[in-house]
Structure formats: C-alpha cells, structure tokens
C-alpha cells in the first residue's frame, strides 16, 4: 500500500540539522505529503505537510522537489528528544469508492547521538 | 495531551476472549481512525469512520468490528482473540472527511491502548 520510499535509518550528531530524505515518485498533482513521528511506542505526532511549496513550523522545515517526487524533511538543531522513528506519508485509495487512507510505510529510525 | 483519549491504557486478557476499546476524537473532529501496530511492525491502518458513517477499511479482520457513535466516541471489538493480535492500538481522529479529496486532513493520535493476549 505504501507509496513512499525512506531509508530504514539514520544518524545525527546532536546540534546538527538532520535531513530526512522521501521518494513519493507516483505522488498525484493534489496529494499532500505528510511527516509524521512516533517516538518509542508513544502516538504518531504530526510535524508537517506540504503539497507543493517549501513548508516550515516550530518543528520542521519540509522542502518539496519541483517535480513533487521526492521531499526533504530538515529538523534544524536536533536534539536527543528527536531520536523517533519519521514516517513520510501520502494518502492512497481505499476500498470505498472515493475515500482515502493514510497508510503508514517502516518509515527511517532517526538516532541523535550526543 | 493531543486530546484523543484512548481507554483502557493498559489490557491483558486470553486467547478466545473479546474486548472493547474506546476512543474519543479530540473535540470538534469527525473523523475517527484505528490503527493496529505489532511489536516492531508499522501502523496498520484498520478502519475510519466520519459523522457514524464508515468510510475507509483496511486489512481488518472479520472478527474485528467497530464503530462511531452519535456523540462521536468509537469503539473498537475485537473477538476470538488469538496470541497474534496482541498489540498496540491507536485512534486517531481528524476534523475532515476521507470522501473530500482536495485538501490537507490532518490526523491527531492518541497515546494508544497495549492490548496483551495470553
């Protein structure tokens, strides 16, 4: 069902800027990409979304490729609170004529190591 | 606190039993979404429901039911358990409809309900 593509994991030394990369190559021109994150075994906690133009929070900036295949997900001066698995996602058909899911894929285990 | 709140927290039962887990969607959200984690697997997405109407399914179960409520709160049945369905369990709930296709729908989680199957 997954329609992203991320590295199983990633490491980040604390303070730097840590760059979390996402293929979504047959992401459709009115899909959103979303990030989300789930620390330990805690809830999904929504970072952003962006459809096409570069997206930034109090979290997170999203940097979204021109062509909308593949996005960049850029926390600034990670911290190890940071250290959470990251899902970058995009919606997919569901069974229901016209409905959609969210559909989450193994998403990247981001580390910050001290 | 994302103000979904999922009751029990905590739940150990047995094999052949069934339970009932409860969600209720942060306030002024319609949407209600369930969804299965196994130890180190991904979110599974079971099932969305918005305003008491059902409107997206994943890979549930047929021993797995659910639904919404007028007051919005979901629950979750899951019967004839078996050792496999131990896992966590998450709610999510949003202010938009799957249906609606053009724009963002935000998804809030709960902390999650760790169901245990002896």
């Known amino acids: 069902d997954a329609k992203t593509t991320q590295p199983p994991s990633m490491d980040c030394a604390e303070g730097r800027a840590a760059n979390l990369p996402c293929n979504h190559s047959?992401?459709?021109?009115?899909?959103?990409v979303y990030w989300y994150r789930q620390i330990h075994s805690q809830g999904p906690q929504y970072i952003i979304h962006g459809l096409k133009n570069n997206e930034t929070n109090e979290m997170a900036s999203l940097i979204i490729t021109e062509d909308r295949k593949s996005s960049t997900l850029i926390l600034p001066h990670a911290t190890l609170r940071d250290t959470a698995v990251y899902y970058c996602i995009v919606r997919v058909p569901s069974v229901i004529q016209g409905a959609q899911k969210l559909v989450f894929g193994q998403g990247t285990r981001l580390t910050i190591n001290p | 606190d994302s103000g979904v709140t999922q009751t029990p927290k905590h739940l150990i039962t047995a094999t052949g039993q069934r339970v009932t887990l409860r969600c209720s969607p942060r306030s002024g959200d319609l949407s209600v979404y369930w969804y299965q984690q196994s130890l180190d697997q991904g979110l599974q997405f079971l099932i969305q429901?918005?305003?008491?109407?059902?409107?997206a399914k994943g890979n549930i179960l047929e021993r797995f039911s659910a639904q919404q409520f007028p007051d919005l709160h979901s629950e979750l049945n899951l019967s004839s358990l078996e050792l496999g369905d131990s896992a966590l369990y998450f709610c999510?709930?949003?202010?938009?409809?799957?249906?609606?296709?053009?724009?963002?729908?935000?998804?809030?989680f709960g902390a999650g309900s760790r169901l245990t199957v002896l």
């Open positions: 999510a709930s949003s202010p938009r409809d799957s249906l609606l296709l053009s724009g963002a729908n935000v998804l809030t």
């Open positions: 429901y918005y305003n008491g109407e059902e409107r």
């Open positions: 047959t992401i459709s021109g009115n899909e959103y």
